[in-house]
């Protein structure tokens, strides 16, 4: 028997002894996908999944029923954490070889930097990983990267970011990415792309118990999609200029460290009470947002693991999305069920912005009250650092980023879910 299992795709029932509606059967060294006569993608993961679980090492997909969005489904499935998997399907012949190739290399650096320890993805190697990747999607001569790191943050009037990140020995950094592909130096920015990059949340002073902070090491989610987003729009054809920022920060308890009732004046000149050093993504994302405001964009999308709300309303399988501008919103979402990917619409409004009041500053950063709309007042706060909040600018509030266990579709780590969504928003919106 050969040591690499054959994956075929066929239409018709499994026999009966593989049970009733068996999903796969076998035969020596090859695996059945059973679809009853749909080509479903779920059925497809979940098949993947499965095999991967049984510990099949090494397969080749085979026969004629496979396509992109099949092997797309397959991979997804089968891709695991520990990398020990190997798929081909170099025998294959379809359509859209170039655009699984760009799908599979964008998110595969989302779920890898996502997965890997706080130990190996510290603020400033977060930034020069994500500055790397895209560097070595884009054509070459059109990526130049700054990083304002430590003291410098203060210098630049980077508050938010350097004051979570003082609390921990690891110094806090702020990417700020050029992709200018026109050849113009002064062609005007399309969008500009700000991701929260908490390497680790302790939840500071207001510490996290053991079992929330498992999987803080993937708290710089946001910043990992939405690297992965620009990198697979890049290699989809964006022809437009975007800036990508980062804001990069470790959230540790010390003698430094960020207390409650602290107060933060930001570039804007908007002055935040610290309420819970817990809510500190929305604080570092508001330096990215103020930078982005400044480049004058058309639009400004923001990505973040940002509230425990958005993940109670929506679990695992979608992101939030929060827009003051109704018409972007829509086509987010449009989008994002073109690209097969989980986004929801949460409610975002003006009164949302009046929740944060605060004694001794313009605002706290947590809501007060009961019942308190956490995701949409999380949004709240972030609009005061945009200068035109009401038009052009998204919120992806990341609930679907990461998984602490594994499930019937999905291994446990990152999953890479947003990056095709913000990928097809990207080119949509400047290729209007």
Known sequence: MSA????????????????????????????????SGSQNSDLIQKAARKLDAQGVQDISLEGTLWDLESIWSFHQGYRGPKKKNSLSWSELTFEGVSELEARIKATEFTREIINKTAEEVAPRQLATMAAEFIKSVAPEGTVTARIVKDKDLLAEDWQGIYAVGRGSERTSAMLQLDFNPTGDDNAPVFACLVGKGITFDSGGYSLKPSGMMTAMKADM????????????????????RVKLILCCAENMVSGRALKLGDIITYKNGKTVEIMNTDAEGRLVLADGLIYASEQNPELIIDCATLTGAAKNALGNDYHALMSFDNELSSQALKVAKEESEGLW????????????????????????????????????????FVSDYKKGWLHFDCAATYRKSA??????????VGVRSIAGLLLQQANK
């Not at 989610?221 to 437009?240: E, F």
């Not at 929740?355 to 009250?369: H, K, Q, R, Y």
């Open 4 to 35: 690499k299992m054959s994956v075929v795709l066929s239409q018709e029932h499994a026999a009966p002894h593989w049970g009733k509606n068996a999903l796969l059967s076998f035969s020596d060294s090859v695996a059945t996908i059973h679809l």
């Open 407 to 416: 499930t019937d579709k999905w291994a446990a780590g990152a999953t890479g």
């Open 345 to 384: 619409a949460l409610p975002l409004d003006e009164f949302h912005r009046g929740m944060l009041p605060s004694n001794f500053a313009d605002l706290s950063n947590i809501s007060s009250g009961d019942y308190s709309p956490g995701a949409s007042t999380a949004a709240a706060f972030l609009s005061y």
């Open 221 to 240: 989610g946001g910043s990992g999609t939405i690297t992965g987003g620009l990198g697979l729009a890049i290699l989809r054809g964006l022809n437009k």
